[in-house]
C-alpha cells in the first residue's frame, strides 16, 4: 500500500514546504524537495516515465517540455512493436525494439541484444518497473503470430549496473510458448502490483501474470473469454484503458470480411479476471483492423484500418451496449494510404503514426465524441525519423496519473498559470498545500506537487514555478512644452528590449510633436509599459517670407504680421517691429511670446537686368533661317510663342520678341523680319530619249532673272547633246533657286530571226527576241520573249525598250513527209526470200538497218527490219516490220527437279517464237503451267504452220539452305582456301552477319555480305597465325527464326 505512515509524514512535510515558506534561494528550495521525494515509497514518485518515445524510423520525441518536441539520434529502426522508459523525473533509461535494449546514450546495453521480441511483432515488447524498486525493470517480449513457438518471454535491465546505463542481468526466462503478438499492462488494484496480459494461440484464454516487489507469479489468471485466436486474425493491439477497468482486443487479418476485428471487455484489477466481451466491431465495418487506444477516461476508442486509404475511428464506449457501440462509430480521420497506430501520450492527447511519414497525426481532444476530438493529420514534424507501425508500448497506467507537463515554467509577476490535471472518474487529487481536486493555479514562485490516488494506489507528480519581477519603467509625469522643442524619454533598464508606440526599439525616444507616447520594455522575458502624454503651447508661425531677390535699385520693407503683445530683435539689434532692406543680405528676427520664442531668416539678392539685343529688322530670301540670340547667364527666357530657349531659330516673316528674366529682373527686345520669295525652277521630269532623238530644256519665269546652266552658259534655255545631268541655276532680286534632271539615251532592242524558212511537217521553230529591259508584242498579240511555231504563216514581233520600238517579221511554210509502209508482220512456214520494196514512198534517198541505202531489201532469216526514207526537202520518215520462219519441232524428253514443298513453273514459250495455241496434258490452255508434284508433264504448242509436243519429267531435290563453316583456311594467294566464308548451297537470307574476333575480344573483321569472307587481314596488314572466334548469325529466307553460329578458325600460312 502506498499510504505508509512515512508517506503520511512526507506529506505533512510537503505542506509544510509549500509555495509559501521562505527560503535563501529557489535553487536551495529545489534541493530540499528532491531529497524530501527520496522518502517516498517509489511507486509514489513523480509520474514522467511515459515522456520519452523512441519509435519507428529512427524517430524520437519527448514531452518533457510539454508539448512533444522531436529528438534526435535514435539507434533504433523497427517496423512495428517497441517500447521506452524514463525515470520519474522524465530522464531517458532505456529502450527497446524487443530484440535489443539501447541505453540512454543510443549504445547497446551489455547482454542486450538477442531479446526473444520480433521486429514484425504488433506490441513486440512492453517495460514494466519492478513495484517498490528505483533500479529493476522487467521488459516482456513476445514474438511474430506466425511464428510457431509464439513465445512469451521477460528480461531484468537494473540501472544500477554500467555507471547508471543500465545492463540486462536476466535475459529471454520462457514464460508461455503459446501466446500471440500481443501484451499490454496495467497496475493492480492494491499494492502498485502489475499486471500483465497476453492472449494464447488457438483458444480464447487470456493470460493474466501479476508482478509484485517478490518478482513474478509464473502462474497466470486465465480467462476463457471472447473469439477463439485463429490464423485469420493474426495481428492487431491489446489495450487497457487507464482506469484498468476495460480490455480492448483488436484482431486484423486482410481476409476478415465479416468476423469479429474489435471486442471490449471487464478487467477485474483486484483478481486479473478478464469477462464480459462486447463486440464493438467487425470486418464489414472495421477492415483490416490494427491499432487501438483508450481515450483518458476510459469512455471512448479509437481504432485504426489499413486496408486501402487508412482510416481513424471513434467509438464511443459509454453505453457499454453492443450494437449502440457499433452505431457510435464515426470516422474522424483518414487519407493515408497504409497502415497506421494510435498511443496515448502524457499530455492526454492522442497521436497517430503513418508508415514511412514524417509528421504525426494527434487527436487533440480524445474524450470529445465526434469531430470535436479535433484530429489533425500533420501535428508533429519528427525532423529526420520516419514514423512506422508502432509506438512505444507503456503501463497502460502512467497515463491514469496526473501530469504537471513540463519540468519547470518560467512565469511573469502578476501572472497565473492554471493547471488541470483531470484524467478519469474516481481518481482522487492533492495538492502540496493540502488543496484537493484536479485544478489549480500558480500565482507565485516555489515548488508544485500534485498527488493522485485511484484504486488505493497514489502516484506523483512535480513541477517548479519561477516568478521573474518586471522590469520598473517610468518615462515620467504628463508635460508641455514650447512649440519646436523636443523631449528625450528614457525607458533605462539595460540589457532588456524595448518597444514603443511606433515599432521603434532604441531605449530611448526623440518627442518632437504632441501626443501620446508608450513604450514596453522586455526583460527576462518578462514585460511592463508606460506611457506619458506631451502637449504642445498655442504656436505661432513668423514669416518674413521666402528667401527673395531684388531688381538693382528695387525697395523691401520686412514686416512680420502679429497680435497681441510681442518682442522682437533683429539681426543689427534693433527692436522695431519692421526693417528696410539697405541691400543684399542675410536679415533675421527673433520673436517673443508668452515666453516662447521664434525665429525666421530671409536671404536677400540683389540682381542685375540682363542685356538683350536682338539687331536690326532684315530682309531674307525664302527658305533661309535667322538665328536670335539672347543668351545670358542666369537668365530664364520667353519668346513670343512661348518657347524659353535662350535662342530663337526665323524661318518666315513676322515680328520676333524675346523678354529676358534673371530672378524676377526682365529685359525685352524684338525684330521685324521679311522674306522674298524665291524664283521658280522646273526642268520636268527625269527622263530617257531614243538614240539619235533631241531635247530642249527651258523654264518659265518672270521680270527679268538671271540664268546659269551646268556648262556655264546663261541663255534661257538648253540643247540636250545627250545622255547627263543638268542643271539651272535662276536668280532673281537677290534670291536664287534651282533644278536638276537627269537624261538618258535608250538604245534600240536588236531582234533578228533570220531568213524566211521551210520546216518538215511536225516539226517547229523556236522564234527568239529576248533581250534585257524589253517588252514584246507577237503578231497574235502574245507578249513572251520567244514564240513557237507549228505551222505555216508569217510571224511577227515588236520588242519595246522604255518607247524605243523594233519590229521584224518571217515567213515560215511546212513540207509533207513521205509515206513509207513495208506491210503487216509476217509468218513464213518455209524459209524463202521476202523483197520489202519503200520506192512507192518517192523518197530521195533510204538507209536499211544494215546501213544499205537501195530502195529495196530482200530478207532470208527470222527478225526485225526497217527502212529510213528522205525527201528533197531533208524530211524524214520510217517503218518497222517483222518477218519469222516457223522452225518448230516436236522437243526431246528432258528431267527437271522441283524443290521440295514448293511450286514449280512450266513455260511451253520456248518452243515458239511465233503466235501459238497450248494444250497439257490436263487440258490446261496456259502458256505456263504451275505444278506442286513431280511427274511427267506433257505439252502440245499449235502455231499458223503446225503442231509440236514435248514431255517434261519433273523430279523432286531438297533446297533447304545447306551452310558449312570451315575450321581453318590459308591466305597465302595460291588460289586454295584463301577466303575464310561460310559453304553456301540453296541459301538466301533475311538478314546475315558475320564477325571474327582474336583471343583479346577485338574485333578483327565484319560483313553483311553472304558473298563477302575474310581474307586474313586487320587494318592492311597480315594477321598472325593463329586461331580465331568467328560469330554467324542469319535468318533465311524460308526460316522464321534467327540462327546463332559460333566456333573457332585457324589462320594457316
Given at each position: 500500500m502506498c499510504t505508509s505512515a512515512s508517506v503520511d509524514y512526507l506529506c505533512a512535510v510537503i505542506l509544510i514546504l509549500a509555495p509559501g515558506y521562505l527560503v535563501p534561494s529557489m535553487k536551495r528550495l529545489r534541493t530540499i524537495f528532491a531529497i524530501l521525494l527520496g522518502f517516498i515509497p517509489y511507486c509514489a514518485v513523480a509520474q514522467k516515465q511515459s515522456n520519452n518515445w523512441f519509435f519507428g524510423d529512427h524517430a524520437a520525441i519527448t514531452f518533457n517540455n510539454g508539448a512533444p518536441q522531436a529528438v534526435s539520434g535514435s539507434a533504433m529502426q523497427q517496423r512495428e512493436g517497441c517500447a521506452s522508459i524514463s525515470d520519474p523525473s522524465g530522464n531517458l533509461m532505456f529502450y527497446t525494439d524487443g530484440i535489443t535494449v539501447w541505453n540512454a546514450s543510443n549504445q547497446p546495453m551489455p547482454n542486450g541484444t538477442g531479446l526473444g521480441g520480433e521486429d514484425i511483432a504488433t506490441q513486440s515488447a512492453v517495460i514494466v518497473p519492478l513495484p517498490q524498486s528505483k533500479t529493476l525493470y522487467y521488459l516482456f517480449t513476445v514474438d511474430d503470430w506466425q511464428n510457431d513457438s509464439g513465445s512469451f518471454q521477460y528480461s531484468i535491465v537494473d540501472m544500477s549496473k554500467d555507471g547508471g546505463k543500465g545492463d540486462v542481468v536476466t535475459k529471454n526466462v520462457l514464460i508461455n510458448s503459446k501466446v500471440r503478438e500481443q501484451v499490454t499492462s496495467v497496475y493492480s488494484g492494491s499494492n502498485c502490483n502489475v499486471w500483465i496480459i497476453t492472449h494464447e494461440k488457438g483458444n480464447n484464454n487470456f493470460?493474466?501474470?501479476?508482478?509484485?516487489?517478490?518478482?513474478?507469479?509464473?502462474?497466470?489468471?486465465?480467462?476463457?473469454?471472447?473469439?477463439?485466436?485463429?490464423?485469420?486474425n493474426r495481428y492487431g493491439y491489446l489495450k487497457f484503458s487507464p482506469n484498468g477497468k476495460k480490455l480492448a482486443a483488436e484482431l486484423g487479418h486482410p481476409d476478415i470480411t465479416s468476423d469479429i476485428t474489435i471486442q471490449l471487455f471487464d478487467f477485474d484489477n483486484q483478481t486479473g479476471i478478464v469477462s464480459n466481451a462486447v463486440t464493438v466491431a467487425t470486418g464489414n465495418q472495421l477492415f483490416d483492423a490494427y491499432s487501438l487506444e483508450f481515450s483518458p477516461s476510459g469512455n471512448v476508442l479509437y481504432a485504426t484500418a489499413s486496408y486501402g486509404n487508412a482510416t481513424l475511428y471513434q467509438f464511443d464506449l459509454s453505453s457499454g451496449i453492443s450494437s449502440t457501440i457499433e452505431a457510435s462509430v464515426k470516422n474522424v480521420g483518414n487519407g493515408y494510404e497504409g497502415k497506421t497506430c494510435v498511443q496515448l501520450a502524457p499530455d492526454k492527447k492522442i497521436y497517430v503514426s503513418k508508415d514511412g511519414y514524417q509528421f504525426l497525426g494527434c487527436v487533440n481532444n480524445p474524450d470529445v465524441v465526434g469531430t470535436g476530438c479535433n484530429y489533425v493529420n500533420n501535428a508533429v514534424d519528427l525532423g529526420s525519423g520516419r514514423g512506422r507501425l508502432g509506438f512505444p508500448n507503456f503501463v497502460q497506467s502512467f497515463f491514469l496519473y496526473p501530469s504537471l507537463g513540463k519540468k519547470e515554467y518560467d512565469l511573469c509577476e502578476g501572472e497565473k498559470l492554471d493547471v488541470d490535471v483531470t484524467t478519469a472518474a474516481g481518481v482522487t487529487y492533492e495538492w502540496q498545500d493540502g488543496t484537493t481536486g484536479p485544478k489549480y493555479s500558480i500565482t507565485k514562485s516555489g515548488q508544485y506537487w500534485v498527488k493522485a490516488t485511484f484504486d488505493n494506489c497514489t502516484r506523483y507528480d512535480t513541477t517548479v514555478a519561477n516568478f521573474t519581477p518586471l522590469p520598473i519603467v517610468d518615462l515620467g509625469a504628463d508635460t508641455t512644452l514650447c512649440n519646436?522643442?523636443?523631449?528625450?524619454?528614457?525607458?533605462?533598464?539595460?540589457?532588456?528590449?524595448?518597444?514603443?508606440?511606433?515599432?521603434?526599439?532604441?531605449?530611448?525616444?526623440?518627442?518632437?510633436?504632441?501626443?501620446?507616447?508608450?513604450?514596453?520594455?522586455?526583460?527576462?522575458?518578462?514585460?511592463?509599459?508606460?506611457?506619458?502624454?506631451?502637449?504642445?503651447?498655442?504656436?505661432?508661425?513668423?514669416?518674413?517670407?521666402?528667401?527673395?531677390?531684388?531688381?538693382?535699385?528695387?525697395?523691401?520693407?520686412?514686416?512680420?504680421?502679429?497680435?497681441?503683445?510681442?518682442?522682437?530683435?533683429?539681426?543689427?539689434?534693433s527692436t522695431a517691429d519692421n526693417f528696410d532692406v539697405p541691400g543684399a543680405g542675410k536679415f533675421w528676427l527673433r520673436e517673443t511670446r508668452s515666453g516662447c520664442a521664434v525665429s525666421d531668416t530671409i536671404n536677400v539678392a540683389v540682381i542685375a537686368y540682363p542685356v538683350v539685343s536682338l539687331g536690326n529688322d532684315t530682309t531674307l530670301c525664302e527658305g533661309s533661317e535667322l538665328l536670335l540670340d539672347a543668351?545670358?547667364?542666369?537668365?530664364?527666357?520667353?519668346?513670343?510663342?512661348?518657347?524659353?530657349?535662350?535662342?530663337?531659330?526665323?524661318?518666315?516673316?513676322?515680328?520676333?520678341?524675346?523678354?529676358?528674366?534673371?530672378?524676377?529682373?526682365?529685359?525685352?527686345?524684338?525684330?521685324?523680319?521679311?522674306?522674298?520669295?524665291?524664283?521658280?525652277?522646273?526642268?520636268?521630269k527625269d527622263t530617257s530619249l531614243c538614240e539619235g532623238l533631241p531635247l530642249v530644256l527651258q523654264t518659265a519665269y518672270t521680270g527679268s532673272p538671271d540664268f546659269l546652266w551646268q556648262d556655264g552658259s546663261t541663255a534661257d534655255n538648253f540643247n540636250v547633246s545627250g545622255a547627263g545631268k543638268y542643271w539651272l541655276r535662276e536668280t532673281l532680286n537677290g534670291c536664287a533657286n534651282s533644278d536638276t534632271v537627269l537624261v538618258a539615251t535608250v538604245a534600240y532592242p536588236v531582234v533578228d530571226f533570220g531568213p524566211d524558212t521551210t520546216l518538215c511537217e511536225g516539226n517547229t521553230l523556236l522564234l527568239n527576241a529576248a533581250a534585257t529591259g524589253v517588252t514584246y508584242r507577237w503578231q497574235d498579240g502574245s507578249s513572251n520573249a520567244s514564240y513557237t511555231v507549228s505551222s505555216a504563216g508569217t510571224y511577227s514581233v515588236t520588242a519595246n525598250r522604255q518607247g524605243c520600238k523594233t519590229t521584224v517579221a518571217i515567213n515560215v511554210s511546212y513540207s509533207a513527209l513521205p509515206v513509207v509502209d513495208l506491210g503487216q508482220d509476217a509468218t513464213y512456214c518455209t524459209v524463202q526470200p521476202v523483197v520489202l520494196d519503200a520506192s512507192a514512198s518517192g523518197g530521195a534517198s533510204f538507209l536499211w538497218q544494215d546501213g544499205s541505202t537501195a530502195s529495196t531489201f530482200t530478207v532470208g532469216q527470222t527478225g526485225k527490219y526497217w527502212v529510213q526514207v528522205l525527201n528533197n526537202f531533208g524530211c524524214a520518215n520510217a517503218d518497222t516490220v517483222r518477218i519469222t520462219y516457223d522452225l518448230s519441232t516436236d522437243g526431246k524428253s528432258q528431267l527437271e527437279h522441283m524443290c521440295m514443298n514448293e511450286p514449280f513453273v512450266l513455260d511451253a514459250g520456248i518452243f515458239t517464237s511465233t503466235p501459238a495455241t497450248y494444250r497439257w496434258q490436263d487440258g490446261s490452255t496456259t502458256q505456263q503451267l504451275v505444278v506442286r508434284q513431280p511427274g511427267h508433264y506433257i505439252v502440245e504448242v499449235t502455231t499458223a504452220c503446225k503442231t509440236v509436243k514435248d514431255t517434261i519429267l519433273l523430279g523432286v531435290r531438297d533446297c533447304s539452305c545447306k551452310l558449312e563453316i570451315p575450321n581453318a583456311f590459308s591466305p597465302n594467294g595460291d588460289g586454295h582456301n584463301d577466303i575464310f566464308m561460310p559453304n553456301m548451297s540453296y541459301c538466301a537470307f533475311k538478314t546475315y552477319h558475320l564477325s571474327v574476333y582474336n583471343r583479346w575480344g577485338n574485333l578483327l573483321f565484319e560483313s553483311n555480305d553472304p558473298g563477302m569472307g575474310w581474307n586474313g587481314t586487320f587494318k592492311g596488314s597480315l594477321a598472325d597465325v593463329a586461331t580465331y572466334v568467328y560469330v554467324l548469325q542469319y535468318q533465311a529466307m524460308d526460316d522464321s527464326s534467327m540462327q546463332l553460329r559460333k566456333g573457332t578458325v585457324t589462320l594457316l600460312r
Open positions: 493470460d493474466a501474470y501479476l508482478l509484485s516487489d517478490a518478482g513474478l507469479q509464473p502462474t497466470p489468471v486465465v480467462s476463457s473469454v471472447g473469439m477463439v485466436y485463429q490464423g485469420t519646436g522643442a523636443s523631449l528625450q524619454l528614457d525607458a533605462k533598464n539595460p540589457g532588456a528590449t524595448f518597444l514603443w508606440q511606433d515599432n521603434s526599439i532604441s531605449p530611448t525616444y526623440a518627442v518632437s510633436s504632441a501626443g501620446t507616447y508608450s513604450v514596453t520594455v522586455t526583460k527576462d522575458k518578462c514585460s511592463a509599459s508606460d506611457n506619458i502624454k506631451v502637449d504642445y503651447a498655442p504656436g505661432f508661425t513668423l514669416d518674413l517670407g521666402k528667401d527673395t531677390n531684388l531688381c538693382a535699385g528695387q525697395p523691401l520693407k520686412l514686416q512680420p504680421v502679429y497680435t497681441g503683445t510681442a518682442t522682437f530683435l533683429w539681426q543689427d539689434g543668351t545670358n547667364t542666369g537668365v530664364t527666357y520667353a519668346w513670343q510663342d512661348g518657347t524659353t530657349a535662350a535662342t530663337y531659330s526665323v524661318i518666315s516673316a513676322g515680328t520676333y520678341s524675346v523678354t529676358a528674366n534673371r530672378s524676377g529682373c526682365k529685359t525685352t527686345d524684338d525684330i521685324n523680319v521679311i522674306y522674298n520669295p524665291l524664283p521658280v525652277v522646273d526642268l520636268g
